[in-house]
Structures are given as structure tokens and as C-alpha cells.
């Protein structure tokens, strides 16, 4: 007779090895190597077994059919600061495919980056953030947007605040030396605060000062910072941004590949369109965005004055190789939402004007002085587009944000920057292979950023999976149609969680803040 301890033992039912199983899947593990067959045992959040697991039982069991395994997309160029909160879920990420960013790009962070971090744990959010520490908003907290060199003293006090950011867990310092008041730094400026973030081995990420004509001078810039502060250097958003020149990206590539042959850690990310999307601002002289709201109103009425930015604003016309506006689409202008999906062009004509060349600046002026606008601009070609992807040192990434479904014309890059890749630069141009494709959304940005435990499908690494068919992937945002999903992501994890779960997008939100490891 058996004791009766042990009989009831034998008559539980036996525990689940796993929480969830993936069987039958193609692995692409992310490092750039040939799939193979496994299947994939997830506990606790993490990857507990890859191999072939026929005896194993789980508390969920996902039969990929012949799928393909991948690491969760990681894009680290995005902007989410104050979306995020609007949409915490991230929908139009994961649908994507992505299960972790980093934001705090261009030199614009959260101003306390640890508040913003506990505010997002408290909230949830459905995929996993990070954040770089902004050299603009540092600047700002300091200069306001004074148009000068810092001082000793104002230098010394960027520094204590990009320590203290560093040590809420930025994981670097990021540039947008195009934008005020980033633009008026010396790199000797960028170099200090450089070190300050080096010190807690954070990476260099920036927008560099120029994407065309001078941009072999801006990539020295970049590199230098690099070398000096002892950094690894992203390039943020690689590209040819003047038409007169397509094609350059030729050189610029091969300057990057000199740096890294002398022994600077540089790599370079990119979004694969030929339209960029940044701030109406950027087509006034710098100098005109100086020393805060009052004084730019003060400049754009004063007829003088508003003339002289006129004239200059024609010349970088000319410089760019553009005859008018026409490359210039408004993304967002909030005081009137019928500009929203309109060039300057067509926007002159709203307001009864005839679309001359005068007239076009004159309505950026006008918008100006009503806050500016979110705009995309036509600026780059085919050509440069396809050479920097097809350089092996190109991450992937969007320089999108969250978007609430159905608000504005923003950039298709926000839905669609990673099915692009694989539907068009993969399965149609056959410009990369599928492998390839993965390691530059996934263990490339990864290496970079210091994610030591993502970006790989490897035993012991965090559970950011997803599956999918190569076949059925397809980016089918547009510019004239831009809130439209990406199609094919089938199954998104995240830590563990089945975040999309056959195509449905479920409401959980597993996503954890990724402070400096």
C-alpha cells in the first residue's frame, strides 16, 4: 500500500517546464548567422532552452508551422517624449515588430529623465524603454537658447547634469547640432559633456551638424568626439539630405569606414525613405531661432530683419538644389489642421495667396509665429538610400514616435520602417538577406547600445521574440496614407508576455524601463 503523501503526489498533474513554448520554428538568431530548426522554451521571462525540446511541456504552446524566430526589433532612434503617455501601449511599435527603443535623440531627452522613467513603470508601457540624455535640453537648462560659446562654469554645470542623467540610467549622450540651441556648441563643448556620459560607458549618438554638402567635416566632428571622450559613435539617421549631390553617400560611407579601420567605434543607423521628417524651423537661418520665442517674433516683425532671413532662406534654396518648397509636406500644423498633408505650395494657395517663391516664405513665416509646424521633406535620393543600407554597418531605425491612430500626416516610418525593410530592401530588390536584415534590427543596434541580454535568441537572454512570415510581411503606410499598420508580424513577445497573439494586438503592457546596464 502506497503512503498517502505519495499518492497524491502521483495523482498532480505534472508542472508545466515552461510558461510559454515556441515549437517548430525557423530560428534567425540575430548575429547574422543561417536559420536552423529549433524549438524555444521561455520562462520567467527569459529564454530558459533553444533546441529541439519534443518531450517538454509549457503552460502555452505556439506552433510557429514553419515561421520564422527572431530577436525583437530593437530601433534605437526614436522620439516618444510625450506620446508615449498618450498611447502606452505603443501599438504601432510592436506592430512593427519592435519591442524596445531608445529615444532622447537629436539632443532632446526628458529634462528629468528619472521622474519620466518612474512615471512610465507606473503607467506600463508595451515594449521596452530607453533613453539617451540630450545635449539640447542640457543646454537649455543651463543657456536657455543663448547663441553663444558656454563658459567654464556653464560647462562644468552641463556636465553635473549629464552625470546625473547617466546615473538614472541614460544609456548616452545624443546630438541634434543641426537644431537650436545644439547648433551654436563648439565640439570642444560636445567633447566635455561627452566625457561625462563616457565615464559610465555611454554611447555617442548624434545628429550631426550637417547631412550634405559639409558632411565629411560633420563626420570628423562626430568621430572626434568619439576619439576624445573614449565613445562608441552612432550616427544617427545616415544620409544625403541636398539633391544636388545624390550620390555622395559613397563618400561619406567610406570616411566612416576609415574611421573604423583607425580604430573608432562608428556605426551608422538609417530609416529607408527618401523623405526625411523633422520641424518647419529648420528652414530658417539658425541665428534667426536664437534667445527663445519672444526675440524670434521679434526678428519675423521686424520688415528688415524679416527680410534679410528671407534672402538667406533662398540662398540654402539654391545650396539644397530645390527651386521652391514644393519638397516641403506639412505633417502636423495643430492651429489648422486643413495644411495637415499639404506642401508650402499648396498651403500658400489656402491662404489666398499666389504660390510665388515670396509667398511660400512668407507663409513659413506666418506659420512660425503661430508655433511652427511637424513637416516631411523630399531630400534625399534612391540611390543613397539603397548604398547605406547595403553598408554592413547600418542599423535600422525609424526616427519615428508613438502615434495616436489617425491624428496629423506623420511620416510612414512610424508604422512601417521595418516591414519595409524586409518587404521591399529584402523579398523585392533582394538588396540584403533575410539574416542580414534581422542582425541590423536586432544584435547590431544592440552591440551599440550596451542591451547585453537582447538582440540575440540565445538561452539566458531576455524573451523579445517574434514570428512571422518573410512572405506575408508588408509595410502599408504612405505618405498620403500614413495610419495604416504593418501587416505579417503574427506573434510579438515581449519579456515573455504574447503581446500580438496571432495578429491581435492584446492589452498588456510588459515592457520594462532599460536603465545603463
Known sequence: MKPLALTLLLALPALAQYDLLIRNARVIDGAG?????????????????????????????????????????????????????????????????????????????????????????????????????????????????????????????????????????????????????????????????????????????????????????????????????????????????????????????????????????????????????????????????????????????????????????????????????TYAIVASFEPNREYDGKTIPQVTSLRGKEPTLANQIETIFEMQLAGGAQMIYHSMGDVDVERILRYPNTAVASDGGVRVFGEGMPHPRSYGTNARVLAEYVRKRGVLTLEDAVRRMTSLPARTFGFQDRGVLREGAAADILLFDPARVEDRATYTQPHQYSQGFDYVIVNGAVVVDNGQIQDLRPGRILRRQ
Not at 523633422?278 to 517674433?297: M, S, Y
Open 33 to 325: 548567422n543561417p536559420w536552423f530548426r529549433a524549438d524555444i522554451g521561455v520562462k520567467d521571462a527569459r529564454i530558459a532552452a533553444l533546441g529541439r525540446l519534443d518531450q517538454s511541456t509549457a503552460a502555452r504552446v505556439i506552433d510557429a508551422g514553419g515561421r520564422v524566430a527572431t530577436p525583437g526589433f530593437l530601433d534605437v532612434h526614436t522620439h516618444v517624449e510625450g506620446a508615449i503617455e498618450k498611447v502606452p501601449r505603443a501599438d504601432n511599435f510592436l506592430l512593427d515588430g519592435v519591442t524596445t527603443i531608445v529615444t532622447g535623440n537629436c539632443g532632446g531627452s526628458a529634462p528629468d529623465l528619472g521622474a519620466w522613467f518612474r512615471t512610465l513603470e507606473e503607467m506600463g508601457v508595451g515594449v521596452n524603454v530607453a533613453s539617451l540624455v540630450g545635449h539640447n535640453t542640457v543646454r537649455r537648462q543651463v543657456m536657455e537658447s543663448a547663441n553663444r560659446q558656454a563658459t567654464a562654469a556653464e560647462i562644468a554645470r552641463m556636465k553635473e547634469l549629464v552625470h546625473t542623467a547617466m546615473q538614472q540610467g541614460a544609456v548616452g549622450l545624443s546630438t541634434g547640432l543641426i537644431y537650436v540651441p545644439g547648433t551654436y556648441a563648439s565640439t570642444d563643448e560636445v567633447v566635455e559633456l561627452g566625457r561625462a556620459a563616457a565615464a559610465y560607458n555611454g554611447v555617442y549618438a548624434s545628429h550631426m551638424r550637417d547631412e550634405g554638402a559639409a558632411i565629411l567635416d560633420a563626420i570628423h566632428e562626430a568621430a572626434r568626439v568619439g576619439q576624445e571622450a573614449g565613445m562608441r559613435v552612432e550616427l544617427s539617421h545616415f544620409k544625403i539630405d541636398t539633391p544636388r549631390i545624390w550620390g555622395f553617400s559613397e563618400k561619406s560611407l567610406a570616411l566612416v569606414e576609415e574611421y573604423r579601420r583607425k580604430g573608432v567605434d562608428v556605426v551608422v543607423d538609417q530609416y529607408p525613405y527618401d523623405h526625411s521628417s523633422t520641424n518647419l524651423g529648420i528652414t530658417l537661418p539658425a541665428w534667426a531661432l536664437a534667445d527663445g520665442a519672444a526675440k524670434v517674433r521679434q526678428r519675423l516683425n521686424s520688415a528688415s530683419t524679416r527680410g534679410k532671413i528671407a534672402a538667406e532662406m533662398r540662398h540654402r534654396l539654391k545650396e539644397l538644389g530645390h527651386e521652391d518648397y
